[in-house]
């Protein structure tokens, strides 16, 4: 029994540590003139960025 409270304990412990953290979006921007859909996407993207500019720092 100690070893499941100890083992809950930290698993609350541990997912409260990460919750906390800043967390940072990641975006991969295909340039690939070979790939159709990949091309077919870049300006809508470029737009999206440009106004998601002044939200991320």
């Given at each position: 029994?100690?070893?499941i409270t100890f083992?809950?304990?930290m698993l609350s412990?541990?997912?409260a540590s990460f919750?906390?953290?800043q967390?940072?979006?990641l975006l991969?921007?295909?340039t690939q003139a070979s790939c159709g859909p990949c091309?077919?996407?870049n300006p809508a993207l470029n737009t999206l960025l440009s106004a998601m500019r002044l939200l991320i720092p």
């Open positions: 029994m100690k070893k083992l809950a304990a412990i541990t997912g919750a906390q953290s967390r940072m979006p991969e921007e295909f091309a077919a996407a």
